[in-house]
């Protein structure tokens, strides 16, 4: 059995990334890079707290297009904007700390 070194709960009943999610200040953009092509940015997340990784394939799969993250951010191909703050919602991040700009 595996134990959480943060709450000291086993690994299945830990409950430091939800508690994290609540904590984080997001916000989510719309850039625009070279060739006139559309990315949207997520940042603001604490890469120690939150695997990015993981949210980045969950938000992909969602929205059907390529993406990475990489420095802290998780940039998605195309302008996402419009259902972003409900999925982050439905991942359990706080609709108050969630900002569209």
Known sequence: MNVCEKCGLSTD???????AKESQKII????????????????GIDNKEID??????????KFACGGTAKAGKIELQGNHIRGMKETLIGLGF?????IIR
């Open 13 to 19: 009943l830990c409950v430091c990334e939800a508690i």
């Open 94 to 98: 706080a609709p108050e700390r969630v």
């Open 28 to 43: 989510v953009k719309a850039e625009e890079r070279k060739f006139q092509k559309v990315y949207t940015v997520i940042e």
């Open 52 to 61: 990015l990784e993981q949210l980045a394939k969950k938000l992909k799969e």
